[in-house]
């Protein structure tokens, strides 16, 4: 997304989260965003094994905080249209969605992150 302006609210996809934020610089093939909400909570495990456990390491990941800034290539920004939401209430959203879908089907990989998504829960959030 190369239209966008400073200032402007939009969504855009960081590592493997999904985050609301503000646009405060345009650097270049890059945007620098402010984070104002959460919109898919990033993948537990590794990235570059999904769906493995074994002989690999399982990453923890927490969501980035409220006004942390991500440098984000523009390809991974879109508009955001709606209202937004409150970064508590849109963390607290993701990680619901993210534990029912790994709740859904018993694998080692979805036991494994849904007990590092609780222990970020209990630790972090």
């Known amino acids: 997304m190369t239209d966008t302006q400073i200032g402007k609210i939009v969504r855009a996809h960081y590592n493997s989260g999904i985050y609301i ?13 402010k984070v ?25 990941r927490k969501a980035l905080a409220y006004n942390e800034k991500m440098n984000v290539a523009k390809p991974a920004v879109h508009p955001f249209e709606g209202e937004l939401p409150s970064y508590k209430t849109s963390l607290e959203k993701s990680v619901n ?16 992150a849904l007990k590092t998504l609780e222990e970020l829960e209990e630790k972090h959030y």
């Open 21 to 33: 934020g503000e646009v405060i610089e345009d650097r270049g093939d890059r945007f620098l965003i």
């Open 36 to 60: 104002l909400a959460v919109h898919k909570h990033p993948m537990q495990g590794d990235l570059h094994n999904p769906g493995k456990v074994e002989d690999v390491f399982f990453h923890e």
């Open 97 to 112: 969605k993210l534990k029912d879908k790994l709740a859904y089907k018993d694998t080692p990989f979805n036991k494994k």
